[in-house]
């Protein structure tokens, strides 16, 4: 593991005069800090001593069977047993790399992607490759014959992901599911990480790949699916969960053991008391309201002040705007600039597999207030209007 230069240079925006697009940062005003003072207090009154002890690794009983309920399909229900509670779902993907990858293992992922999902699995020797894409090669059996061997994972954001913003289609979903084979020897892994799902600002979500593997295969579908609070309650409870079949939580629940016993009672209890006072159905119109506004914002400012050259992702949802400019500019260099003018983002190489995207950079639109975004996107435009173009 090595220290990342841009996260050193991020570290310069901590300045509070900085206007950063650069975290992946709910607003705090939205945290409901009132209701998590009286959940707190009921949970210590309600639950006493036990929220304080040593718990199970797999997380409090009630809180699975709550993720279980509400990922269950007609059909198909989940049970408690299907579910592990982890500190996030960062914890999750850390112990799905300890799991499942071992040195010189393929992993198959989107190009870019979670740069978190790389930095959590370069070290336990994953080989990363790109998902072959459909519309280059329709072809569905080659999918597997395109690669040396077969992959040990595949990992997909479906929706509105970090960095790009962008969905799969449903097209693209129906040929992937068509990849997914039932649970055996050598068999591969799909892991769905879907923190920015409950974002969603316009049209209807499609069906999940855990859903469309649950219906054909049933216990057998090899897909984990990767869950969080931290986006639709409050990041820094660090409550989290992975759910799949039996045989590969089993695996997860000794790795969790083996890294931190167990995560916080006492937080997966206020998540719970959370839930149970309504926190997620009050809250949700509140975050889509204001990050709708705020890619709005974010949207009309790029389109006034960014060059004709420039393109950007329009997302439904999530968090992210991602940005292209010709080939032959450098956002790392820009970044610079950018710092220098008092606006920071994230620049794009830093989530590609294969040192491309140089000429990419992801922008937040959930933190920064609506003026604070136009004043940042207009700086940063003089500052990309400026640069030569490779
Ligand atoms: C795609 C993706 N997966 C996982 C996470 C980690 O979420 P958590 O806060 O639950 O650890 C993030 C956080 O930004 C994310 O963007």
Redesign the pocket.
């Known amino acids: 593991m090595k220290r990342s230069a841009i996260r050193e240079l991020l570290k310069l925006t901590n300045r509070p005069d900085m206007i950063s697009f650069a975290g992946?940062l709910p607003a705090p005003e939205l945290f409901p800090m009132e209701a998590i003072r009286e959940a707190s207090d009921a949970v210590l009154r309600h639950q006493g001593p036990a929220v304080m002890q040593y718990g199970p690794t797999e997380g409090v009983a009630e809180l699975r069977d709550w993720v279980a309920q509400s990922l269950s399909i007609p059909g198909r229900p989940l049970g408690r047993e299907q579910v592990l509670i982890t500190s996030?779902?960062?914890?999750a993907?850390d112990l799905i790399g300890r799991v499942f990858v071992d040195e010189g293992d393929t992993v198959l992922v989107e190009n870019p992607t979670?740069l978190?999902?790389l930095s959590a699995w370069r070290p336990c020797g994953a080989r990363f490759e790109a998902i072959p894409d459909e519309s280059v090669d329709p072809d569905a059996s080659r999918f597997r014959g395109q690669l040396e061997r077969p992959a040990k994972l595949v990992y997909l954001?479906p929706n509105f992901?970090?960095p790009t913003g962008n969905s799969l289609s449903e097209e693209r979903r129906l040929i992937l599911a068509r990849q997914i084979t039932p649970l055996g020897e050598g068999s591969t892994v799909w892991v769905e990480?879907d923190?920015y799902g409950a974002l969603r600002y316009d049209g209807v979500a499609p069906a999940s790949l855990f859903q469309r593997a649950g219906a054909r295969w049933g216990e057998s579908s090899p897909v984990l699916r990767?869950g969080?609070f931290?986006k639709v309650l409050v990041?820094g409870l660090?409550v989290?969960w992975v759910t799949g079949p039996e045989p590969l939580l089993d695996a997860l629940v000794r790795a969790k053991q083996a890294a931190d016993l167990h995560s916080s009672p006492f937080n997966q209890w206020l998540v719970l008391e959370l839930i149970r006072r309504g926190l997620l159905e009050t809250q949700h119109p509140r975050w889509t309201d204001l990050y709708r506004s705020r890619r709005d914002t974010m949207l009309e400012a790029l389109a006034e002040t960014f060059p004709s050259w420039a393109h950007w992702t329009k997302p439904d949802g999530g968090m992210f705007v991602w940005v292209t400019l010709p080939q032959g500019m450098n956002s790392t260099t820009l970044l610079e600039e950018a710092l220098a003018q008092g606006v920071a983002f994230v620049p794009g190489a830093e989530f590609h597999i294969d040192d491309s995207g140089h000429n990419t950079f992801r922008l937040n639109f959930t933190h920064a207030p609506p003026q604070r975004i136009r004043e940042g996107i207009r700086r940063l435009g003089e500052v990309i209007c400026r640069s030569p173009r490779g």
């Open positions: 992946g996030g779902a960062q914890q993907l979670y978190a999902a954001v992901s970090n990480d923190p990767v969080t931290s990041p660090r989290g």
